[in-house]
Nanobody
């Protein structure tokens, strides 16, 4: 079992920044890759960012590339998502998720544990 708890969401003006955190417990954190997803009202859950178990490889959705940065601290069992130059279209509930394996994937079905989500609202 793995427990994931997100924090750091909130209300921010367009152009602003937020840093999301995800605290993991229950298994050796460095054994697995992690991802961030988001879901806006009336839309499907979409991939945002991926980080390998070591942190050596990262991937991003085209919509956030150059603005968001994913990182992890295996000593503290945390993964972060630094979000800069936020836009109103970034408004969504953001979820961290544990990958089933080590391979990069944008498919939510390749992730088996999810946090409860944290709301990010970007005003124009």
């Amino acid at each position: 079992q793995v427990q994931l708890v997100e924090s750091g969401g909130g209300l921010v003006q367009a152009g602003g920044s937020l840093r999301l955190s995800c605290a993991a417990s229950g298994r050796t954190f460095s054994d697995y890759a992690m991802g961030w997803f988001r879901q806006a009202p009336g839309k499907e859950r979409e991939f945002v960012a991926f980080i390998s178990w070591s942190g050596g490889s990262t991937y991003y959705a085209n919509s956030v590339k150059g603005r968001f940065a994913i990182s992890r601290d295996n000593a503290k069992n945390t993964v972060h998502l630094q979000m800069n130059s936020l836009k109103p279209e970034d408004t969504a509930v953001y979820y961290c998720a544990k990958s089933r394996g080590h391979a990069y994937s944008t498919d939510p079905y390749d992730y088996d544990y999810w946090g409860q989500g944290t709301q990010v609202t970007v005003s124009s």
